[in-house]
């Protein structure tokens, strides 16, 4: 990858005056508009928020070509912003999904610069994914290819689908449908090869017991592309980390955000 200044490779955006940082990761093929939610209500709290596109997502920088795409070059990106604002007093970061599998490894290489870590339904490592996401990223050259050519209607219509699972079962559950459009947007501004991140992520549920911050897991019950039960085994082997469950799938913050908010509240408050 190209070495540019971390302002130019991640596209981030910092919003409220308070004197303590919160940090929002999204995950895979989204954006920072992923907590554009919960976002609002952390700033009304008190709190500075810094909200970033990672690489290849977003207006953050797309590298050309896939050799770029690694987990080590999207944490790289994401260390070298972080690293560069030189904060005052340690940051909390929160991370969804991939999102938290980056917040993690910052988390652990640089224990003295957070002082506290919410992760929701974080990946872990590549057994996580449950079969059906799996298969699809074993060969992550295929989804590579057919990312880039599904015509946008394809790709709603497949959102909607699997966001309508979860409607019979309850329908807080399931995501409006300007938020799926949201998620659409956000699939069609990424670069393709950003599927490349999640085979080559390095197993962090191994390095867990070394994360020094206090730990808060949120998940969704009904997470369709994680294990929920890797949530549970993760939470055990983490001292001192707490767990909260909410009813929803692999996105809570986004069809719960209230709810998540509170939780993420309270765990800052102590």
Known sequence: MQKLPSNQVIYHEISGAGDRTVVLIHGLASSQNEWKFVAPQLQSAGYRILKLDLLGHGYSYHPPGRCAYSAVSAYQALED?????????????????????????????????????VLIDPYLCFDQLLPPARLIFAWPALPAFFYSRLPRPLLWASLWLDNLRLGPVNPHLALPLNEITSMVNDYLRCSPNVVYFLRSAADLSRQSPALKPPVRLIWGKRDRTLSTRSFKEFAAKLAGCTSKTVDAGHYPHQTNPQEVSAFILEFLAQ
């Open 81 to 117: 912003l972080l690293c560069s604002f030189n904060f005052d007093t340690p940051v909390a970061l929160v991370g969804h999904s991939f999102g938290a599998h980056l917040a993690m490894r910052f988390t652990l290489s640089h224990p003295d610069q957070v002082h506290a870590l």
